[in-house]
Structures are given as C-alpha cells and as structure tokens.
C-alpha cells in the first residue's frame, strides 16, 4: 500500500513536467496542499480517497470546478499508478454557478422525501452556501434572468426537509420563431378549454413576453398574411406579466375553473360556489371523482354526494370555507 505524499508527490511531477496544461502549477499546488490537511492517516485508500475529495471541493475557496478537474487526474493518477479505484458520484451541474446550483436545488427538493443532508452529499458545497442560495430563492437579493426576478414563495423548513407549495421546474427554453410559433398557437387552443384557459395564458405570455419586439411582430406578420390567423389574442399577452415562477394557487386563484385543475391535479379537498337553478349555493370539501372530467364540467362527491360541476355555473372555488363567504 503507498503513502499518501507520495502518491501526491508522484502526481505533482507529472503536473510539473507539463507545460500547457490549462491549470497553474500553483493553483494545482493549493488544491493538493489543502487535499493533504484533510486526509485521515498516512496510507492511500480507496474510502478515504472517495471522502477527502468531497472536503476539498468543500474548503476550496476559488473555483470548485477547478479543484474538481485537478482531483478527477488525482484520482484517476491513483487508479492508474497504484490500482486504488475509488467510487466517487461528482455533481451533476458546476456547483461554482450559483445560477446552475440553485436550479438543481429546486429540482433536487421536488422530491419531498430527499432532505437538506442528501442535499448537502450531492453538492459539493458548505452548509452556509446552501442556506444562502435557498434564501435567494425566497427572495433575499434574488437572482435575475431574462429581466426578472426569480422568486419561490411559500418555501417551508420542517425535519430538515424543504417543502414547496408547488413544485418548480426550471425550463428556460432557447427557442427560433417556428418554434415558438407552434408553441404559442398550441397554448391559444387549450386557452379555450375552461379548465387550462389561465394557466395556458400565463405559460404563453411568459414566452410571448421573452420574445424580442422582432420577434413578436414576425410573429404577428406570419400570423396575419400567411395563416388567416386573428392576432388579438396574441397582442393582449403583452398585457400580462406572469412572474418568473408562479405557484398553482396563485394562478389558480386568478380564474375559479384553474382553481380546480390544481386541486384535481393534487388531490385537494375545495369549496366551491356555483349557480344552481334556485340561485347560489355552495359545497364543502368536494374531491374529484376519477375519470371524471369532460369538456364542460366536472363530477365531484361532497358530503357522501355526487354532484356534477357545470364550469360555467362555478362562481368561486377556495380551499377555505370563510373565503366564499
């Protein structure tokens, strides 16, 4: 079994013996010198290869995809010249981006079973970095794309786990006019559609308004003389501006009928107001029936009853009683 320093030493000339290689010597210098303060012991093993790499990713100031590239040849130099394979799971993004860093993190906490400790093991990064990023994210100094502020409200700490109200899913798509075209003329056909109108608008004003002004009028020129197609649908997004992230519910709450997609989607319990034929009334902690959807209402059981929804006689849907009141 080899000591660990000449392991070290023995990678080091080789690093010196290169003369173009992207990385400093110096900087290569300052990686390995912190690699040695945190190894346990003096022989080289594959467990304490493994778990040494991550502290150095950790207690490198500068950046850590440098030290990553510097302890991957390390690594790899281990393997080669001493046989010592160590299993090692690097980041799947460049953790020295906070941008990247804090979209794998709300990917990363959708799931509500993953907690800030599997966080802390997937990136490479210090616990304080971690607190840092999630408080941009509800707002603290947020981070800024496309001209917006990225904002994740109703953010909740409870047993070391991150619960969001819903779930965000980062898609910061890189689209040319044809495809943004289909894309639009999709979400205008599912606007007519009561149940996804809001949350289809909201969607095609966020790319409408993403769009440079050539964009938009080559659009509307495409729309107009070569498809027949009535642009006022299209020209009215530039009157709604959607935040960067926006929660079912706030969406929802903006439109009765979408107020039901989410609770259908996530299987809450909502209260609903509707018209009847005796005039208004209302149900108490309705849920949706399986299967039960059709193109003008929805079927839903309240108080061991079921009761078929028209979407054009629901005045008002909340998941709180004293709201419809």
Not at 264 to 291: H, I
Request: a neutral charge; charged letters at 25%.
């Amino acid at each position: 079994m080899a000591a660990i320093r000449e392991v070290c030493e023995s990678f080091m000339e080789i690093r010196r013996a290169d003369k173009y290689h992207s990385i400093k010597i110096n900087t290569v210098e300052g990686i390995m010198k912190i690699f040695l303060e945190k190894y346990p012991g003096t022989e080289l093993s594959a467990v304490a290869l493994s778990g040494t790499i991550v502290e150095t990713v950790r207690s490198y100031s500068s950046s850590k995809a440098t030290a990553i590239e510097v302890l991957k040849e390390f690594q790899g130099h281990a393997e080669m010249k001493y046989g010592i394979r160590a299993m090692i799971s690097y980041p799947k993004v460049d953790i020295s981006n906070s941008f990247e860093r804090m979209m794998y993190i709300v990917k990363f906490l959708q799931d509500s079973e993953k907690t800030m400790a599997d966080l802390y093991d997937e990136i490479w990064v210090s616990e304080r970095t971690l607190e840092e990023d999630l408080a941009k994210l509800r707002g603290k100094d947020p981070i800024q794309v496309l001209g917006r502020q990225l904002l994740v409200k109703d953010i909740e700490r409870r047993d070391g786990k991150v619960l969001f109200s819903s779930t965000v899913h980062p898609l910061f798509l890189t689209l040319n006019l044809s495809q943004a075209l289909t894309m639009l003329m999709g979400l205008k056909v599912m606007a007519r559609k009561p149940l996804y109108s809001e949350y289809a608008k909201v969607t095609a004003a966020a790319i409408w308004n993403q769009l440079s002004d050539y964009g938009r009028n080559r659009l509307l020129k495409v729309l107009k003389e070569l498809l027949g197609e009535e642009t006022r649908w299209y020209e009215s997004l530039s009157s709604v501006e959607p935040e960067l992230f926006s929660t079912e519910s706030e969406i929802g709450s903006k439109s009765p009928k979408s107020a039901i997609l989410d609770c259908m989607k996530n299987k809450k319990p909502f209260n609903v107001e509707y018209l009847s034929e005796d005039g208004p009334a209302w149900l108490k902690g309705c849920r949706v029936l399986p299967r039960a959807f059709t193109g003008e209402g929805i079927s839903v059981i309240s108080n061991g009853q079921e009761h078929f929804l028209v979407f054009d006689k629901v005045i008002r849907v909340s998941n709180l009683l004293e709201d419809l009141l």
